[in-house]
């Protein structure tokens, strides 16, 4: 089954074989400490000589020395500017992986309110997916920090779940990031090779089932995904489709008609990102500074021709991004 007024998926072109096969594990909980321990000092090894060791440690937040000035420097503020116990509110970082979460992540944290908690953060996270609702709720109860900001990426499906039934003192508020799909399959292939291809494949054999990945999926998408022949599919247009995909939640889950969610268009802000942080600044209630965007320019502005991809998949991916730029323009016109 195919979204309305397209025709259905036929044999589709002879696929190009990725750089770089990262392996794919449907059920994280089945792998063993050191099976996990060995497959992810491959995949660092792999990035730190792609694509080099500052920009591994900058992404994966592995720097020592910068960790200790940002623990030092909410410290201070903390002790400064203390909260009633147990009134931090919760925000949550959504969208899909290589999509500019990290950035706006770090332009967070250096607003010194943030507590901020990655997939890293094995307290709230467990092979990248949430803990229990019980946990998450525990760590915002006790935060010293004004807010308390998570990056459940693989748990976006479970935004308005979240927002709706985490139960803390203040209501939460959900960020939604999206990219441009040349600029996010670039980033995704680059860094994970066919592993959106893979993930498909299961999916659509059924082994993949209980996977993230799936989560969300209605009967339509996953009909669609079930309706390509992913032998015959290069690693492009997999990450394109499975960008269409986990980005259709935001107007599926009805978060776009949320005024407790925001989205935010990664490539308007890395152009602009004055009008955008102020924006997002005045949808949480916070106050915009200098050094929250301070990491920005160097990335610029996003470049490259579009990506060769099936153009079945690039029509309804255009078709979303132009929802999505809409959302986020209308969010910058009215943020609150």
């Known amino acids: 089954m195919t979204p309305p007024g397209h025709p259905d998926p036929s044999e589709l072109s002879r696929p190009e074989v990725p750089s770089v096969r990262q392996s794919v594990v449907l059920d994280p909980h089945s792998e063993g400490s050191s099976a996990r321990l060995i497959r992810r000092v491959k995949r660092h090894v792999y990035w730190a000589r792609t694509q080099g060791i500052r920009r591994v440690i900058e992404e994966d937040e592995l720097d020592p020395v910068r960790k200790a000035v940002q623990r030092a420097q909410r410290w201070r503020w903390q002790a400064g500017h203390p909260i009633s116990p147990g009134t931090s509110t919760p925000v949550f970082l959504v969208g899909l992986q290589r999509s500019g979460t990290n950035m706006l992540a770090r332009s967070l944290a250096a607003s010194l309110e943030f507590d901020v908690h990655n997939e ?56 939604w990031m999206a990219r441009s799909v040349d600029g996010r399959l670039r980033s995704a292939v680059a860094k994970f090779g066919d592993v959106n291809r893979r993930v498909l494949a299961a999916i659509a054999d059924g082994s993949g089932l209980r996977t993230w990945q799936c989560q969300g999926m209605s009967g339509e998408q996953l009909a669609l995904v079930r309706s390509f022949d992913y032998d015959a599919m290069t690693a492009e247009s997999a990450a394109a489709l499975f960008w269409y995909l986990r980005n259709s939640l935001v107007f599926d889950l009805g978060l776009v008609d949320r005024a407790d969610v925001t989205v935010v268009w990664w490539d308007t802000l890395v152009r602009d990102p004055a009008p955008y942080m102020a924006a997002l ?56």
Not at 165 to 174: E, I, K, S
Not at 284 to 310: K, N, Q, Y
């Open 281 to 336: 600044c005045s949808f949480l209630g916070l106050e915009l500074r200098p050094s929250m965007m301070a990491h920005m320019g160097w990335r610029g502005a996003p470049t490259g021709a579009a990506v060769d991809i099936d153009p079945r998949i690039r029509d309804w991916c255009e078709g979303l991004e132009e929802r999505l730029r809409a959302a986020a323009e209308q969010a910058l016109r009215d943020p609150a």
């Open 120 to 175: 890293n953060d094995r307290r709230v996270f467990d092979r990248f997916l949430l803990r229990s609702d019980e946990v998450v709720r525990s760590v915002v109860a006790t935060s010293p920090s004004r807010y308390t900001l998570f990056k459940p990426l693989c748990d976006s499906h479970r935004t308005a779940e979240l927002l709706d039934g985490l139960g803390t003192a203040n209501p939460g508020r959900a960020i």
